[in-house]
């Protein structure tokens, strides 16, 4: 064997046993027929277009659709559903944001040290691309949703940048703050490839006009708040968003591991797994604001209830994952990891 | 339908190819705009297989190496066809325009 076929051999492990075992030889086959020259075979290697292709390939093939063989396609299914929730926790904080920096900016008697800086309007209206990704994406306009994923998270990039002089603090906070933006939109342009299915619109639109409903509901708490000058009062915590989304994940993977129906349905592995990934995404900010209301809580500016309160959700969200990722895994496992055999 | 996936079903609708041939019968269809990597090619592959495009056929070993050929299947023709007519349709539409404009069109008419 050459140094080329080796090479190229290594290349082809990005791709899933299975296919490897059945495809393998064959594009070997093929990309060696014309590579005859003996330098070539000894110091060449398949090119980065070739990598690329492959690294494409092996997305497909182990992110599957519903047409692919089951175990890839519930990883698919997995990843999608991580995209889905990402987005649309993305679109409801993005709703949210632009509704608490109105009602900031309109307040009269907010002090003018928390008044924010210009960046923050650009922020917050290129955040709100997001909701037009999560609505194209469940309609079916996958480039376009990809396209204005890809606006929204501008504004995280912009944070990182702008968080790098101040130092490793300053750059671990946004890097906590925005894990799930990214991981979302990572998960968005692995997931949703030609050969991904299309969501149900219906159920995902609904929860999209609840939780932006809700949004509103908690901007408009948070205007009705009494400012006591230093004081956090923990009643903050109860229209805060993140922590509110932290307690649907806990709800929701709570229903996951004890509602028989999804597992009839073979639902339990896609979703143990992709609420798993969203409980670890968000874990870093829920343990940095636990650390903040710590301090705090240790300087007297606020009770030590609300820390307790994010103290429980930590723990609760690491529990989970401990869980659910043995869980899904092992429900995942069960499927069947090639399609019906290939003919010829 | 992509381009990659209209060339390769014209390059099979020669005739049964494996894929190192599929290749190269692109690279000639397309005068050398379109070289398939490997990678890409079994992708657009898997997809005709899956929709029943193409199927697989017969498997031979060459020089040591594993050859496996691919046909087209009559829905695979007709679906060539179809988008075949569509994009004759497109130019003449769009050789039409540039007529009414006084330019040259792809075939060098006037």
């Not at chain 1, 993140?242 to 649907?248: A, E, I, N, S, Y």
């Amino acid at each position: 064997m050459t140094r080329l076929e080796r090479r190229y051999r290594s290349l082809l492990r990005l791709l899933p046993p299975a296919y490897r075992a059945e495809r393998e030889e064959e594009m070997i086959g093929t990309v060696m027929a014309d590579r005859n020259d003996e330098l070539d075979l000894e110091y060449g290697w398949p090119g980065w277009p070739e990598a690329w292709a492959v690294a494409v390939l092996a997305v497909r093939t182990r992110l599957a659709g519903p047409g692919g063989p089951p175990r890839a396609a519930a990883h698919g299914d997995t990843v999608r559903l991580v995209a889905l929730l990402g987005l649309l926790v993305s679109s409801v904080m993005a709703v949210a944001a632009m509704a608490t920096w109105l009602s900031i900016v309109w307040r009269p008697a907010y002090p003018a040290d928390v008044v924010p800086d210009r960046w923050i309007p650009a922020a917050t209206i290129l955040g709100l691309a997001a909701v037009g990704a999560f609505v194209l994406l469940v309609l079916g306009y996958r480039l376009w949703a990809k396209g204005l994923a890809l606006v929204a998270v501008l504004p995280s990039l912009v944070e990182v940048a702008r968080a790098l002089p101040r130092g490793p603090g300053s750059l671990w906070t946004v890097v906590a703050y925005d894990a799930m933006t990214w991981i979302t939109v990572g998960c968005l342009f692995a997931g949703f490839h030609r050969e991904a299915p299309a969501p149900a619109a219906r159920p995902w639109l609904r929860a999209l006009t609840t939780g932006v409903g809700l949004a509103v509901v908690a901007a408009a708490g948070l205007r009705l708040l009494p400012l006591t000058g230093q004081t956090l009062s923990p009643l903050w915590l109860v229209p805060d968003l993140r922590t509110l989304f932290g307690w649907m994940i806990i709800i929701a993977a709570t229903v996951c591991l004890v509602a028989p129906r999804l597992r009839d349905r073979g639902l339990v592995g896609p979703w143990a797994l992709a609420l798993a990934v969203c409980a670890v995404a968000i874990l870093p900010e829920r343990i940095n604001f636990l650390a903040e209301l710590s301090d705090l809580s240790a300087r007297g500016d606020t009770s030590g209830i609300a820390a307790a309160v994010v103290l429980g959700q930590v723990a609760s969200l690491a529990a989970l994952v401990v869980v659910l990722i043995p869980l899904g895994t092992r429900e995942v496992r069960k499927l069947p990891p090639t399609a019906t055999p290939l003919a010829g | 339908m992509s381009e990659q996936t209209f060339l390769v079903l014209t390059a099979l609708a020669e005739g049964s190819k494996h894929g190192y041939a599929i290749v190269r019968a692109v690279e000639a269809l397309s005068e050398g705009r379109m070289t398939l990597r490997v990678g890409t090619l079994y992708g657009v592959l898997d997809r005709l297989v899956a929709d029943g495009w193409a199927e697989r056929e017969r498997a031979e070993i060459h020089q040591g190496r594993l050859r496996r050929y691919y046909r087209l299947t009559d829905e695979g023709t007709r679906a060539l066809a179809e988008e075949a007519r569509r994009l004759a349709a497109n130019v003449r539409a769009a050789n039409s325009v540039l007529r009414t404009r006084g330019l040259r069109t792809a075939g060098g008419l006037t």
